[in-house]
Nanobody, 124 residues
Framework: QVQLGESGGGLVQAGDSLKLSCAASGRAFSTYAMAWFRQAPGKEREFVAAISWSGGVRNYADSVNNRFTISRDNARDTVYLDMNSLKPEDTAVYYC?????????????????WGQGTQVTVSS
């Protein structure tokens, strides 16, 4: 069992940067793949970025590629999302998710554990 808690969201202006953190509690965090998803009002939850258990594989949605960076610190049981050049369309609740099989998948059905989310709002 893994429990996830996101932090770092807030209100920023277009072009600003923000860093999200997701702290995990439970066993064997270092063997889990981790991902970020987001959900805007009235829209489906969508994939943002994923990282394999070792950090050797990283996947990004086209909409955030070259702007967002996912990373992890297994010693701190934490995964991060560095977000640069933020746009109003990045506004959403951002969720952290964990996959015990370590696959770094882009599909939300792969992930067994989810956090409660943190709000990111980007004003124009």
């Amino acid at each position: 069992q893994v429990q996830l808690g996101e932090s770092g969201g807030g209100l920023v202006q277009a072009g600003d940067s923000l860093k999200l953190s997701c702290a995990a509690s439970g066993r064997a965090f270092s063997t889990y793949a981790m991902a970020w998803f987001r959900q805007a009002p009235g829209k489906e939850r969508e994939f943002v970025a994923a990282i394999s258990w070792s950090g050797g594989v990283r996947n990004y949605a086209d909409s955030v590629n070259n702007r967002f960076t996912i990373s992890r610190d297994n010693a701190r049981d934490t995964v991060y999302l560095d977000m640069n050049s933020l746009k109003p369309e990045d506004t959403a609740v951002y969720y952290c998710a964990a996959d015990r099989l370590g696959r770094a998948s882009t599909s939300r059905n792969t992930y067994e554990y989810w956090g409660q989310g943190t709000q990111v709002t980007v004003s124009s």
